[in-house]
């Protein structure tokens, strides 16, 4: 085990370059995309491909060097996200709770514990999601249950999840319950043991292959060491997952773009009242791609952007750990929140109006299964409809006209109840 870090050991401005980043990952998020296709069209989890990611050092991105990681910023991690997201959105989905759970240990107060965590996450070790309740609970009545063992030997967690995406390809599983006494807990709990079950039961007609589906826990084991209170899960936690979401919708109007293109070229045919005999340069339909391609890089710029931000807020937690002021950190998550939420709303307009419009330029050919474009309309839907940005819009109204904190929509993960739902 590594000495314990000091309180700014981890939460240090980036060292690694984006070039180097991607040299470094750009050649397997290619590997990936080469056989998105297929994978999409079988329902081929990509378990491969997940171990290609954590070998090339995915999951340590975040972690400064001198701890055995990378030293990206925030906005360099979601720049991979958006490029993995391009190559194959169901994989860069997955990545989504485990490098959240690594911000979170990048934030916490040094302790002997937090260097264990950081060891298993530099070794390769992959944390899957396992927060939202099945049948309809919510933070405030959790049904998940943390109960000391009968023996003496840790915790015992009971109940049911869903949405527990990333779940099939993790070592741990990050689930929040509550004690007997109603305080509420993260739970990291080993996949690979009794009383875990997950089910590959996701519904949906998009993100196919995320491992979104039910997790069940009956008296699984955890290691008190293992238990973090939910109350100080790092500050800008909500916009770390709803930034993951914006990346990989990004990544899919590019990959809109992309295949927009490829198809356009290979039409053999124009119709009788088009502008060319060669559809690829017909104006109209070059105009199409060209729309789409302006929605592709107003939705990345609009990523990039906002992912700075928590940068900002990053660097201020760094500071009021070493000053113990913390005006400083909810003066940046504040602004960090309104940025991300115009991202949201700019950004989910792009995707689904680039993945609609883009069969604009292709014909009936364009529908055919064998290009399987459809499958970037219903991903980029899938992931707009978490967080609806209906209520979003309102929230930007109500900060912009009246200065109402955005930071409270969700209200706060106590030690006794949380308003946020699940």
Request: glycine share 8%.
């Amino acid at each position: 085990m590594s000495a314990t870090a000091t309180a700014t050991d981890l939460l240090l401005p980036a060292t690694a370059t984006d070039a180097e980043l991607s040299a470094r990952f750009q050649p397997v998020f290619d590997r990936i995309a080469a056989g998105n296709l297929e994978r999409e069209k079988n329902r081929v989890f990509p378990h491969e491909q997940v171990r290609w990611l954590i070998d090339a050092g995915l999951g340590r991105v975040r972690i400064p060097v001198a701890r055995g990681g990378f030293g990206a910023s925030l906005r360099q991690t979601f720049q991979l996200l958006t490029d993995l997201g391009e190559a194959d959105p169901n994989v860069s989905h997955v990545w989504r709770n485990h490098l959240a759970f690594v911000e979170d240990r990048l934030n916490a107060e040094p302790s002997p514990t937090n260097d264990v965590w950081i060891d298993r996450l530099v070794t390769g070790e992959f944390v899957g999601g396992g927060w939202t309740e099945a049948n309809n609970g919510s933070f405030s009545s959790l049904k998940t249950i943390l109960s000391p063992a009968p023996d003496g030997d840790g915790w015992r967690i009971t109940g049911a999840k869903f949405y527990a995406t990333g779940s099939l390809y993790a070592d741990w599983l990050d689930v929040i319950g509550r004690t007997e006494e109603g305080r509420i807990i993260t739970a990291l709990v080993r996949r690979h043991q009794p009383g875990v079950e997950l089910i590959d039961d996701w519904p949906g007609f998009g993100q196919q292959t995320t491992a979104s589906g039910s997790a069940n826990y009956t008296d699984a084991h955890v290691d008190a060491a293992d238990l973090f209170p939910a109350s100080e899960r790092f500050s800008y936690q909500a916009l770390f997952y709803q930034t993951s979401l914006l990346a990989i919708l990004a990544g899919i109007t590019r990959a809109a773009q992309r295949d927009g293109i490829q198809a356009l070229t290979a039409r053999k045919r124009n119709y009788s009242h088009g502008l060319a005999e060669n559809a690829a340069e017909d104006p109209q339909l070059l105009q199409v791609i060209g729309r789409v391609s302006a929605l592709a890089f107003g939705a990345e710029a609009a990523v990039q952007r906002s992912s700075a931000t928590l940068d900002l807020v990053a660097a201020a937690h760094a500071g009021a750990l070493a000053s113990g002021d913390r005006a400083g950190e909810q003066e940046a998550l504040i602004f960090a929140t309104v940025e991300t939420t115009r991202a949201q709303v700019a950004i989910i307009e792009s995707a689904l109006t680039a993945t609609t419009i883009v069969f604009d330029a292709l014909g009936s050919s364009g529908v055919s299964k064998d290009w399987a474009i459809d499958r970037h309309w219903r991903n980029a839907r899938t992931l707009a409809s978490h967080n609806p940005r209906v209520y979003k819009e309102r929230i930007l109204g109500e900060w912009f006209v009246h200065g109402t904190d955005p930071t409270k929509i969700y209200g706060e993960l106590t030690d006794s109840a949380g308003g946020q739902s699940a």
